[in-house]
């Protein structure tokens, strides 16, 4: 049985339709002191598949409710799915006597999951946080099925080096195109200083591809550079459309054709599902 966390309701459903498996019916509700709650009360299956997206702390620990609620009501065998994974790039202590908010949080999430299901976390040692089996999925090949099919001689850029394997398996799939990537330097969580590829984007349309899109700054820089070389359209992908705040006016503000999304994060631009690469993850598993 599917069991949808508040941010992940559609993708759920999806994710139903592609494992043929009954979608459970759950309440969220808040206590007046603030406290989150999350119940299955239909609940009825041997396995849970617990999807939800931790955009959010509450979205944390309405995770963990869910998984001991689905204990709870008998669920012998427990698949946490964890589309987008929040605290992700907290992964490494940067300063003497800060936390790896990433492995406290795994950790967490590990404690009701038998088994755990990542969409292209932050980096792929973050399953090494989790006291439970971890599967990876790689959704950057389905962001190429929403663009559009006339691009002129198209170029896939990311906006570091260390997104370019994203990049490359767009123009895979899309099936055309050159790929280079952009040189960023982070200043600060919020600063950040990219400066132009060698590429030449003259009257080509441009692929900017990245593993996240939170608050569009780095994105929203890299469309003015590709702007001033005269490129012809520019499009922004990604697999995790967080768009956190002023995210969305900035890339509109900076002239994007469109922007490109998965269900990881459901948002007005998820114009693509990653349930088949789930449902493909959890079949092999219960194959193997």
């Known amino acids: 049985m599917i069991v949808p966390g508040a941010s992940s309701q559609a993708l759920a459903a999806a994710l139903a339709d592609e494992l043929d498996e009954p979608l459970s019916a759950v309440e969220y509700d808040r206590f007046p002191d603030g406290e989150t709650f999350a119940a299955v009360p239909e609940f009825d299956a041997d396995r849970a598949v617990v999807v939800a997206t931790t955009d959010s702390n509450d979205a944390w620990i309405e995770l963990l409710q869910l998984q001991d609620a689905v204990r709870e009501a008998g669920a012998a065998e427990?698949?946490?799915?964890?589309?987008?994974?929040?605290?992700?790039?907290?992964?490494?202590?940067?300063?003497?006597?800060?936390?790896?908010?990433?492995?406290?949080?795994?950790?967490?999430?590990?404690?009701?999951?038998?088994?755990?299901?990542?969409?292209?976390?932050?980096?792929?040692?973050?399953?090494?946080?989790?006291?439970?089996?971890?599967?990876?999925?790689?959704?950057?090949?389905?962001?190429?099925?929403?663009?559009?099919?006339?691009?002129?001689?198209?170029?896939?850029?990311?906006?570091?080096?260390?997104?370019?394997?994203?990049?490359?398996?767009?123009?895979?799939?899309?099936g055309t195109g050159e790929t280079d990537y952009f040189e960023k330097v982070r200043h600060s969580g919020t600063d950040v200083e990219i400066t132009p590829s060698d590429a030449e984007p003259a009257g080509r349309d441009v692929v900017i591809v990245d593993d996240i899109i939170a608050t569009g700054s780095t994105m929203?820089?890299?469309?003015?550079?590709?702007?001033?070389?005269?490129?012809?359209?520019?499009?922004?992908?990604?697999?995790?459309?967080?768009?956190?705040?002023?995210?969305?006016?900035?890339?509109?503000?900076?002239?994007?054709?469109?922007?490109?999304?998965?269900?990881?994060v459901e948002r007005d631009v998820s114009a693509v599902s990653v349930a088949p690469l789930i449902a493909a993850a959890i079949d092999a598993v219960d194959s193997a």
């Open 78 to 174: 427990v698949v946490t799915v964890i589309p987008y994974m929040g605290y992700a790039r907290q992964d490494k202590a940067f300063e003497p006597g800060q936390p790896v908010s990433a492995r406290a949080v795994a950790k967490a999430a590990a404690t009701g999951a038998d088994r755990v299901v990542l969409v292209n976390p932050h980096e792929d040692s973050i399953a090494d946080f989790f006291d439970a089996h971890v599967t990876i999925c790689d959704a950057a090949g389905v962001l190429a099925e929403p663009l559009p099919d006339d691009l002129v001689d198209p170029l896939f850029l990311s906006p570091d080096s260390g997104a370019v394997e994203l990049a490359e398996a767009t123009r895979d799939a899309y």
């Open 220 to 264: 929203s820089q890299a469309v003015g550079h590709l702007d001033k070389g005269g490129a012809a359209r520019v499009f922004a992908t990604c697999v995790h459309p967080l768009l956190a705040r002023d995210a969305r006016t900035k890339l509109e503000r900076a002239g994007i054709e469109r922007i490109v999304g998965t269900d990881t």
